[in-house]
């Protein structure tokens, strides 16, 4: 159809427009892609394809408005326009702004709503370089937006200096260093290259150099600030340091969509969203590599979704703090120093790889009576230089099923300073320390894991008021002890024990063995230290190399109807105690049995 007279562009000085001209053009709507194709412009807006729940759907429909009524050319050297703010004011809704190459030293304001803004030439190279505030501001009416694609932004704004204190570089379990982070970000990063105020923003192919701090002050720069209420969606955008001392890559307390982006070389951090529980945040696909922190995410009921993203060389992988209730899947944590902190929050970690962290892969933390209840499901947790798995504070209450935890150099899961863990299937084998350390004080609930040839103990419990159960594992291979209680409250229910060093070791402990296979073990079955208690219950102890049931010291309590035979010595009590006679008459005892005598010997 013939539509009319487009509006004239604005000439320059002997430039005089054809006011005669007109348009045709042909309008074909797709789900990813609106084109217009005509004999005075060409224009494509194809879009990668993003899943409908990773990009919120544009406001304005464009069955009800004209497409890009306007097509504006800026060109440095031959016009029309030789600013692109000088475009934009000019531009109507719906306008398309053509930008050959070149530098453009000037700060942009976009009150024009369902603008486009591009290079003119998909070779072309446009660099934005703004002074003081941010580069480009996105000030449009609500429910609008706009779109950028392929342009370079920077700003002449910042200055180096020396680098404000990061969220790697305080204590990274402290809820006191995770809340002064979470208000530093929301109050004090306005100095930002593009600053989304109010609408919404399309940024495709974009690239940000981000420097350090602004000239005026001691504010961090931002490359994209997006404030509440508004939105931005990110599409194989890339943020990086300018000179090596990059700021914040994104800061999002609005709607934030982002997709195949990159973040690298971010002294502060490479994406920080604060989101409550109405926020709209999805990150999939993304690269975050050496920032002091690659993706900290905040706010009471975040619900952000991060997927297939990758963390490489970061001081700290992932930050999910306080109230927090994200879910992070399929994503890769590579070289990180603590792969993710998690402080007093919800959500979950699923499918992913922590591997070949300078430290801990995955650390929890739960302070000042508030709780964490995360689920840790279906990851690969190997190679860290550090504990797998970390787990501390009374109100840290983890779930954390069906994990590989392979050859860290610690532990493979340490529960600590009263936390209680729930480990379920897990795979735990070839860690430089104990398989699973509950210390001083923690406790956890142990079900159904298979744990192997970790070099110390497979599970060692430390003394606490609070009982461990230990139930349904597989427990064999290690170097010492397939179950060390240290001090320890257990209840150790239908386990099969075999092939460990020693199988059970007690010292000072209170346990309840039941219904537990103890076999084949290289030295003692069971064997217990000091003064114990508990009760023996319908046990097989069979096939040591040593001792099956070895009571060295005082020990009080019940035994019965356990199996002890064909072990290298079957029982051996050092002292008399209570329940010999019990011992000698409710079990199904081997050949060789060593007891103290009932009779009475005096030697002159």
Not at 31 to 37: A, C, V
Not at 171 to 185: K, M, P
Request: glycine fraction near 12%; charge should be neutral; proline fraction near 3%.
């Amino acid at each position: 159809p013939q539509t009319p007279n487009p509006k004239p562009q604005t000439p320059d000085e002997g430039w005089t427009p054809d006011l005669n001209l007109k348009v045709w053009c042909k309008v074909e709507e797709t789900k990813n892609s609106l084109m217009i194709e005509g004999n005075l412009n060409t224009l494509s807006a194809n879009r990668r394809s993003m899943d409908s729940n990773e990009l919120s759907p544009r406001r304005s429909s464009p069955r009800n408005r004209r497409l890009f009524e306007q097509a504006l050319t800026v060109d440095q050297r031959n016009g029309p326009y030789r600013s692109i703010q000088q475009a934009l004011d000019v531009a109507s809704e719906h306008s398309t702004i053509n930008v050959e190459s070149g530098l453009y030293s000037e700060n942009l304001v976009i009150s024009t709503p369902n603008i486009f803004l591009r290079p003119r030439r998909a070779t072309s190279q446009v660099l934005i370089v703004g002074q003081e505030g941010p580069t480009i501001s996105v000030e449009l009416p609500r429910g609008t937006s706009l779109d950028i694609q392929g342009v370079r932004v920077s700003s002449l704004g910042w200055q180096m200096g020396p680098q404000r204190r990061s969220l790697a570089e305080l204590d990274a379990s402290s809820l006191e260093g995770a809340l002064a982070f979470e208000a530093g970000r929301r109050n004090g990063s306005g100095y930002s290259l593009v600053h989304v105020g109010s609408g919404q923003a399309f940024l495709t192919d974009c690239l940000f150099a981000v420097g350090g701090f602004a000239k005026a002050g001691k504010e961090l720069c931002v490359g994209v600030k997006v404030d509440p209420g508004a939105e931005a969606v990110m599409n194989n955008c890339r943020g990086g340091g300018a000179g090596g001392s990059g700021g914040l890559g994104v800061c999002s307390l609005g709607h934030l969509a982002a997709k195949n982006c990159s973040f690298k070389g971010l002294q502060d951090c490479g994406m920080f969203v604060w989101a409550e529980r109405e926020g709209r945040v999805s990150i999939s696909g993304c690269h975050f590599e050496d920032n002091n922190c690659g993706l900290a995410l905040f706010g009471d009921g975040n619900s952000s979704r991060v997927s297939e993203s990758t963390f490489t060389s970061n001081s700290l992988g992932l930050f999910l703090g306080p109230l927090s209730d994200s879910e992070v899947r399929s994503s890769q944590f590579e070289e990180n120093g603590v792969g993710a902190s998690l402080i007093c929050c919800e959500g979950a970690l699923s499918s992913n790889s922590f591997e070949n962290g300078r430290q801990t892969g995955i650390a929890m933390r739960s302070e000042d009576g508030l709780l964490l209840r995360t689920r840790v499901q279906g990851n690969t947790i190997a190679h860290n230089m550090g504990d797998g798995l970390s787990v501390e504070g009374e109100k840290c209450l983890p779930i954390i099923s069906g994990n590989e935890v392979i050859g860290n150099k610690k532990n493979g899961v340490c529960v600590e300073k009263q936390a209680h863990a729930m480990l379920n299937r897990n795979n735990i084998r070839e860690n430089a320390g104990n398989g699973i350390a509950v210390c001083e004080g923690a406790s956890a609930h142990i079900e159904r894991n298979t744990i192997s040839a970790n070099l110390k103990a497979n599970i060692c419990v430390g003394p606490s008021k609070n009982q461990s159960s230990i139930l349904h594992n597989k427990i064999s291979f290690a170097r010492c002890e397939g179950i060390f209680l240290l001090g320890g409250n257990a209840r150790v229910y239908q386990n099969d024990i075999h092939k460990n060093q020693t199988g059970v070791v007690g010292v000072n402990c209170w346990v309840q063995l039941f219904k537990c296979r103890v076999a084949d073990n290289k030295d003692n079955g069971i064997m217990l230290l000091k003064k114990s208690y508990g009760s023996f219950l319908m046990n097989r102890v069979q096939g040591n190399e040593g001792v099956g049931m070895y009571l060295r010291d005082q020990f009080e309590g019940t035994c019965s109807r356990n199996e002890v035979d064909r072990n290298e010595v079957d029982v051996l009590l050092e002292e008399k105690c209570g329940f010999l006679k019990e011992l000698l008459a409710d079990n199904v005892l081997g050949k060789d049995v060593r007891v103290p005598s009932e009779g009475f010997c005096a030697i002159f």
